[in-house]
């Protein structure tokens, strides 16, 4: 039977040119938030991030210390379309307003480009490249930025504009969710750091169309 590394290893080598070709694509496109920063050449976006070997013992102390509950969630919404539906879902459930699915895509769609642009571009490893066992099986990407985190929190932003009485609840839903990306094992904390400036840098330079 094939380990998990084998099979995030041969999902990752599928995967990649996936990943570049949407790079590719997004970097011509003005729709996207990776076309626009492109031409607005504003430089770096985010600094190198810290040797893994200072960080790992933080992820390995907070997945031990990780209750029943955090990593069902973990678990639950690694896949992309189970991270929307959360957000549509409890984003209804306190706004009374319906946000679908396909909304919370679009935005993600939108921004996937410079995420996949600042991964590529850094290519850190991820913690189960280190040892650790993933309750996951992330595949594709390189660690840094972390992609959840960079989704997250810009649907926050966004959804804090709407609903300025609810900010803190929605900073809250991104608080979690980038947490749980180093429960189950595939991101550094600063990854979900990286994400959250990634988000305000698209925001501050209105990089989408919210």
């Known amino acids: 039977m094939r380990s998990l590394k084998q099979q995030v290893r041969e999902a990752y080598n599928k995967t990649k040119a996936v990943h570049l070709k949407t790079v590719e694509d997004q970097s011509v496109d ?3 938030a990776l076309g626009k920063f492109l031409s607005m050449n504003k430089g770096d976006v985010l600094p190198k991030p810290p040797n893994d070997s200072a960080e790992i013992g933080v992820v390995v102390d907070r997945m031990a210390s ?13 896949r992309s379309k189970a991270h929307y539906t959360h957000w549509s879902e409890e984003v209804e459930r306190f706004t009374g307003r319906a946000y679908s699915v396909e909304w919370f895509d679009r935005i993600g769609t939108a921004i996937n480009g410079l995420v996949l642009d600042q991964k590529l571009k850094f290519n850190r490893t991820r913690p189960y490249q280190m040892g650790v066992n993933a309750l996951v099986p ?10 959840h985190a960079a989704d997250a929190w810009t649907f926050a932003l966004v959804l804090g504009r709407k609903h300025p009485h609810l900010s803190e609840h929605f900073n809250s839903m991104a608080e979690r969710v980038s947490d749980s990306r180093v429960v189950v094992g595939v991101h550094f904390p600063s990854d979900l750091w990286a994400g959250k400036m990634l988000a305000h840098h698209i925001m501050d330079h209105q990089l989408i169309d919210d």
Do not use: K, M, N, W
């Open 138 to 147: 992330d595949v594709g990407t390189p660690s840094y930025p972390s992609g």
């Open 66 to 78: 990780a209750t029943e509950s955090e990593i069902r969630f973990g678990i639950s919404i690694d």
């Open 30 to 32: 003005p729709s996207t």
